[in-house]
């Protein structure tokens, strides 16, 4: 029997109303959440992104601090506009799109923000409050996933997980979630990566596999058990000369042959994406919601 197909964008759109309900919640308190998105330059990837980033805000009634610059910033211009988000009390998350021109050190940036407003959950603070299993922020992939997983049913506690990708915004914080005492964890996980001895047998054992090394296809059927939950993260563009735009979307998943042994599977468009942004609005929600709970906080700016 075929696996059934999750739809993220159904998953998403549930989030989205239960965030609703949260963002009336707080404007009865006087808050918008509001949220400061940085964009350098006119890579058309992240253009595109953003773009996606401010319909939803709009569509949630977020407060926008956006700001788009042009790709000859200096650094020291980008530091100076973090540090006003950091100081606007509007604003409640900040999220600088990545990639950076050359000139520009990333890292540095990224250190720049404040944690309290580190919706992408890339600050060092936000990731070693995550190792500890403390509350912070969560990056937005690997949050998503889990959110994927249950409310699609899918039992976390005592599972078998096998991660095959260790990016810092999906494989390791991924790992760190699924592996804390929790009712969104309480797996055991083996995190592979395109080193690991013999990846075909670890993913084999897998009661749920999650691959997300970027390599197009790279998952076949001899490497899922039969009836494992398969989520696919991987993103490439194939060529294909039947398409109008001369190309297509695969996974790091064989979606065709994989979906005849697994239990449940996501597609390549229509999985895991749509999860992206809508928890950077949970995440800003999240900071708002903290305001409100700590208002010398936000008395000083922060969330």
């Keep these: 029997?075929?696996?059934?197909?999750?739809?993220?964008?159904?998953?998403?759109?549930?989030?989205?109303?239960?965030?609703?309900?949260?963002?009336?919640?707080?404007?009865?308190?006087?808050?918008?959440?509001?949220?400061?998105?940085?964009?350098?330059?006119?890579?058309?990837?992240?253009?595109?992104?953003?773009?996606?980033?401010?319909?939803?805000?709009?569509?949630?009634?977020?407060?926008?601090?956006?700001?788009?610059?042009?790709?000859?910033?200096?650094?020291?211009?980008?530091?100076?506009?973090?540090?006003?988000?950091?100081?606007?009390?509007?604003i409640h998350g900040i999220l600088v799109q990545l990639p950076l021109p050359a000139h520009i050190d990333a890292e540095r940036v990224l250190l720049s923000i404040s944690p309290e407003k580190d919706v992408d959950g890339l600050h060092p603070v936000s990731v070693g409050r995550l190792v500890l299993g403390q509350p912070t922020f969560v990056p937005c992939t690997a949050h998503g996933i889990v959110k994927l997983l249950v409310k699609s049913g899918v039992r976390l506690d005592g599972a078998h997980v096998v991660i095959v990708g260790r990016s810092n915004l999906v494989g390791r914080p991924l790992a760190n979630l699924l592996t804390q005492r929790s009712s969104e964890g309480n797996?055991?996980?083996?995190?592979?990566?395109?080193?690991?001895?013999?990846l075909a047998e670890h993913a084999a054992r897998a009661d749920i596999l999650i691959a997300a090394s970027g390599s197009p296809r790279m998952i076949t059927p001899e490497m899922v058990k039969a009836g494992a939950v398969v989520i696919d993260v991987g993103v490439t563009r194939v060529e294909d000369p039947a398409k109008k735009k001369g190309f297509r979307l695969v996974g790091d998943v064989d979606f065709d042959a994989v979906k005849e042994k697994a239990s449940l599977i996501t597609p390549v468009p229509g999985g895991v994406g749509p999860l992206t942004i809508t928890m950077l609005l949970y995440n800003t929600v999240e900071s708002a919601e903290r305001r409100v709970a700590d208002p010398a906080a936000a008395a000083k700016g922060r969330a």
């Design 187 to 198: 797996a055991t996980v083996t995190l592979c990566h395109t080193h690991t001895r013999n």
């Design 1 to 90: 029997m075929a696996a059934r197909i999750i739809d993220g964008k159904a998953v998403a759109e549930e989030i989205r109303r239960e965030l609703a309900a949260r963002v009336e919640e707080l404007k009865r308190s006087g808050i918008v959440p509001g949220l400061g998105v940085i964009l350098v330059g006119e890579d058309p990837a992240s253009v595109s992104y953003v773009t996606g980033k401010e319909r939803a805000c709009r569509e949630m009634g977020f407060h926008s601090g956006n700001r788009h610059l042009p790709a000859s910033t200096s650094e020291e211009e980008l530091l100076s506009q973090v540090r006003e988000l950091n100081e606007d009390p509007r």
